[in-house]
């Protein structure tokens, strides 16, 4: 199945809620609730809602996902290893999308892309085991044509490219460099036909730049939202990320 995504003047967010989860989960409580944040999020500008249901269940956990599943009006995109629990568990939840991630328990967060050439039997097959349960897949992996030419030929319709060394970068050069790494993935991505969503460590002023690029399709942003949102609150987060990413895109478009 391949996805041409209409390449247009708009681009969607994805709202991640791992981290309201995180809150949630530090006494133990049953607020702040991830589905109430999910909803406000939809209510608020999301496009998706997108969450981690990670192998240590360090945020959000699997009665989560389940509650959530039925009450979101725009889209669920599960985000998991590729391990047969989490592969089976989607297959029972049926979210529209599932995003393939790397995941070690040591890391604070996700460090890297998907290893999808280095793991391409295993990944292919992770792919039409989704694809037939009807669920769309999505493979994060960084913007590396290798990567993205492996994630093709394994039958993703979707890559989500890793924006994380843009976020954590520096020195203006560097800055530059891995932006053009993320314009360059995108061409490729397009050229192949695949949707380009992008994500991971994006906030209020360095998302700009990523919205602007043509034929991203949508940006999953989560943590700086969850943070954002302790002093303008929650809809407010949302909306105004929303509203930047816009800003930044039709600012683009002639
Ligand atoms: C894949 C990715 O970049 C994010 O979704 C990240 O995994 C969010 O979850 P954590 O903050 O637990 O890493
Ligand atoms: N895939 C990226 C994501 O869902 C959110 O990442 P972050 O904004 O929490 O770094």
Not at 155 to 160: D, L, M, S, T
Not at 230 to 241: E, I, N, P, Q, T
Request: charged share 25%.
């Amino acid at each position: 199945m391949s996805y041409l995504h209409p390449a247009g003047p708009t681009i969607e967010l994805g709202v991640n809620i791992d981290h309201v989860a995180t809150l949630r989960n530090a006494r133990g409580t049953t607020y702040p609730d991830p589905i109430q944040a999910a909803l406000l999020a939809e209510e608020s500008g999301a496009d998706a809602i997108t969450l981690h249901l990670r192998e240590d269940r360090r945020h959000i956990k699997d009665a989560d996902v389940r509650a959530m599943r039925p009450l979101l009006k725009t889209r669920m995109n599960l985000e998991s290893a590729v391990t047969t629990e989490m592969l089976d568990f989607a297959c029972e939840i049926k979210p529209q999308d599932v995003c393939l991630v790397p995941e070690r328990r040591a890391e604070v967060t996700t460090e890297g892309g998907l290893d999808v050439a280095g793991n391409f039997a295993v990944v292919k097959a992770a792919v039409a085991q989704l694809q037939q349960a009807g669920i769309r897949v999505s493979l994060f992996i960084d913007p590396d044509e290798a990567q993205i030419q492996a994630a093709a030929e394994a039958g993703a319709p979707v890559i989500e490219l890793h924006t994380g060394r843009y976020a954590e970068a520096v020195a203006p050069q560097e800055l530059q460099d891995e932006l053009e790494r993320i314009r360059s993935g995108v061409r490729a991505g397009v050229a192949r036909g695949l949707k380009v969503n992008a994500g991971h460590g994006l906030h209020y002023t360095n998302v700009q730049a990523i919205a602007a690029i043509p034929n991203i399709a949508e940006l999953n942003i989560g943590h700086a939202i969850v943070a954002q949102a302790v002093f303008d609150g929650w809809r407010k987060a949302v909306s105004d990320m929303k509203a930047i990413m816009l800003q930044a895109r039709l600012g683009t478009v002639k």
